[in-house]
């Protein structure tokens, strides 16, 4: 269900309503059931954009192979890697 605790306008809540009865007459499903199936969409929504946002935050790997750059071809096999 839709957190009653935000104040909205009359017309606000009817907007909603009249989004939610739509999505329900569309598909087919009681108004409570597109309620919480619009709330499952907007949820996933917004963790796609968190998840987005912490995926380029994060630091990605370098291929420089360390610090000083990427062992020569002759160096000793301690020394690759």
């Known amino acids: ?3 009653r ?3 909205r ?5 009817y907007r909603e309503h ?8 569309d598909k087919g499903i009681t108004p409570k059931e597109a309620e919480a199936e619009l709330e499952r969409k907007a949820a ?3 963790w796609e954009r968190i998840r987005d946002r912490l995926e380029a935050a994060q ?3 370098t291929t420089s192979g360390g610090p000083h750059g990427p062992a ?3 160096a000793a096999w ?4």
């Open 1 to 3: 269900m839709m957190a």
């Open 5 to 7: 605790s935000k104040v």
């Open 9 to 13: 306008s009359l017309a606000a809540r």
């Open 18 to 25: 009249r989004r939610v009865f739509e999505y329900a007459l």
């Open 44 to 46: 996933r929504e917004r």
């Open 59 to 61: 630091v990605q790997p």
């Open 72 to 74: 020569p071809s002759d």
């Open 78 to 81: 301690m020394m690759r890697d």
